[in-house]
């Protein structure tokens, strides 16, 4: 079976081809949403602080779209909102590994218009490695979909080890 969709600012229209009807079995569900609104435009960058191991996000609204203002939501484990927010850049944080900030830009009235931006995390600070002082020894619980980065710096001219277990994939290049 063939179905076309077209499409207009106004209206939404399906036509089928002659064959429908002709198949044995099948079933097609379809839904369309056209916006009555137009979303905020965001882009995103990030500002480290290494000195205190921490990272902020640069929200840069560019447009609101067709709302006066927007909310900027931030949910780690319980979300708080920065509300009524116009066009410029709006600097969140400090965040600090862990915090796995989720934003969302959303329109003032209509949640079909909502920017959810998801999880930002920059590329870490890079943690150093002192190969003749202590182990370093870290943990971390990957979540479904989750990606996490770590940088080491060697901080020494002789070769370091690099131990991982249980791992299914691991890279490593350290640098003096």
């Not at 931030?74 to 915090?99: A, K, M, N, S």
């Not at 796995?100 to 920017?115: F, G, I, K, Y």
């Not at 002192?130 to 940088?151: A, E, I, K, S």
Request: glycine residues 8%.
């Amino acid at each position: 079976m063939v179905i076309t969709t077209t499409s207009t600012e106004d209206s939404t229209t399906l036509e089928r081809n002659s064959a429908c009807g002709t198949a044995s079995n099948g079933f097609l569900t379809t839904g369309s949403t056209l916006l009555d609104c137009t979303p905020p435009t965001v882009s995103v960058g990030y500002t480290e602080d290494c000195d205190l191991g921490a990272y902020y996000i640069d929200l840069d609204i560019t447009s609101t779209g067709d709302a006066a203002t927007v909310d900027v939501i931030v949910d780690i484990r319980t979300p708080t909102t920065t509300e009524d927010v116009g066009v410029g850049v709006l600097q969140l944080g400090p965040f600090f590994p862990g915090d796995d900030p989720n934003v969302t830009v959303a329109h003032e009235s209509d949640p079909l218009c909502n920017r959810v931006l998801g999880l930002l995390a920059p590329i870490a600070c890079p943690i150093d490695v002192f190969c003749n002082g202590p182990l370093l020894d870290q943990t971390y619980c990957y979540g479904n979909n989750d990606q996490m980065l770590w940088v080491y710096e060697g901080q020494a001219l002789v070769p370091c080890g690099y131990v991982s277990t249980p791992a299914l994939y691991k890279e490593l290049s350290l640098t003096a």
